[in-house]
Every structure is written in C-alpha cells, then in structure tokens.
C-alpha cells in the first residue's frame, strides 16, 4: 500500500491572511498524523506567504512519522535546511509570482548546481528528493545526481482528469515511473491530487507515497482535518 503524506500549507495561508496565530498548521499536522497520515509536508517559500520558520522548527520537535521540507535551492533555504535537519528535502522550482508550483523542476539545465546542493545536503544527514515532470530524460539526470526520491509532477493529469489530454497525461507518469523503477529510484508523486482523480494514479503500483495538501484542507474546513486525512487514507488503503 502506498503511503500519504499531507501537505499542511494552507492551514497556514488562512493563519496567514488575518495574521494571527489561528489556525496553528503544527496542530493540524498532529491531528493528521493521529488519522492516518505517514508524512508531513511544508513548503518554506522565500516570501513565507505560509508557512514560517517558525512552523518548520516547531515541527522539528512535534513530527512522528516523517518530515518533509519542500523549498527552492537557494543558498539561504540550503542553510535553514541544514540547522533544521528535516527527514526529507524535496528540492522544487519555485517563482515569486506563481500561485503554487507550476511545473517540475529542469534538473537537465541545473545539473552541476544541483549535484553540489545534493552532496551537501547529504553530507548533513539529510535525504533529497527532485521534484521532476514525468518526463523519462529528467528520471535519467536525477538518477545521476544521486537523489535519494524523485517526485512526479502529476498536476498536468490533475487538472486534465476528465478531458483527452488527461488520457495522454496519465500515459505519461505510467511510462516515467516505469523508467524511474528499473534505475531503482524511489517513487513518490503529488501536486493537485483529489479524492477522485488519485484512483487511476492508486493504479501505479510503484509509487510509493502520494504528497496531497490542497485537497485534503478543502474538505477539511468543511469535516474536519482528521476526517478529511482519514477518507484519503482509506481510498489509498483500499487502492481505488
């Protein structure tokens, strides 16, 4: 069975847009871990338009299961990477005027950068993961910077779920996963991922961990985050 990890950003965009100290995203990671979740997932941007340092540090301290920071390679990232120490670094693109993450990462035009960000990430005991496009050239470079995971793009198939281009979406994480298999990378897969269009990706048996966050915090201010974490938990479980 795959594993979910849960993205909490958003707890912290609604925080965020009063300014107050409600609602707090570290409790609302407890409560998903206490429902089923196995991961926790921040995305530190340099605007810190959600989540604040403050957030990653206390989340340090309070994760169970595993913690994952999501961030630009920036050399000031790198270093609050470094004095942090999270489980998992997922290193991603990231463009001050974009909404959310608009693609994967080009680690073929930011090879040599990214192999040096790598190797000193790793040399702190921290493990990496690409955020990369289903696209087979892409698995191959991040095979050969030596990251630990890749993630899949699956936003493209997201959003098209109920139109043609899905169909061709889908075909293509299939054929990138299959090619990410047979070097041996571990495979997780996330960004716009829902109750619904995550079936046909439960498909995929090499996928290891679905990242969901948007999703699950929608449903959650309307049942709750515990029951939103736990009806992703069970479609995953059940595998449909």
């Known amino acids: 069975m795959a594993r979910l990890a849960v993205n909490v950003d958003h707890v912290a965009t609604i925080r965020q847009a009063r300014g107050t100290a409600e ?4 409790t609302a990671a407890a409560l998903a871990e206490l429902a089923g979740a196995e991961g926790i997932i921040v995305h530190l941007r340099e605007d810190a338009r959600h989540i604040q340092k403050r957030d990653l ?8 299961t595993k913690l994952n920071l999501e961030m630009a390679a920036t050399e000031e990232m790198i270093n609050i990477a470094k004095e942090v120490k999270p489980d ?9 005027e974009e909404l959310t993450t608009e693609e994967g990462l080009n680690v ?4 040599e950068y990214l192999s040096n960000v790598i190797k000193d990430l790793k040399a702190n005991e921290i493990k990496v993961s690409l955020f990369i496009n289903p696209d087979p050239i892409h698995i191959k470079v991040a095979k050969d910077l030596n990251a630990d995971y890749i993630e899949i793009h699956t936003g493209f198939f997201c959003d098209n779920y109920n139109n043609k281009r899905g ?11 299959k090619v990410a298999s047979e070097l041996g990378l571990t495979i997780n897969a996330g960004h716009g991922i829902n109750y ?6 439960l498909k995929i048996k090499e996928i290891e961990e679905f990242s969901i966050g948007h999703s699950i915090i929608a449903r959650a201010v309307i049942v709750g985050i515990e029951r939103a974490v736990r009806e992703m938990y ?5 595998g449909f």
Do not use: F, G, W
């Not at 619904?196 to 990706?201: A, F, G, Q, R, T």
């Open 108 to 111: 073929k035009s930011k090879k």
């Open 196 to 201: 619904y269009n995550i079936k046909p990706l």
């Open 57 to 64: 540090i206390l989340l340090r301290k309070t994760v169970k």
């Open 167 to 177: 169909e061709t979406e889908l075909e293509k994480i299939k054929e990138a996963v």
């Open 23 to 26: 609602p707090d995203p570290v």
């Open 234 to 238: 069970e479609i995953i479980n059940r």
């Open 88 to 96: 998992l670094v997922t290193l991603v693109p990231e463009r001050r």
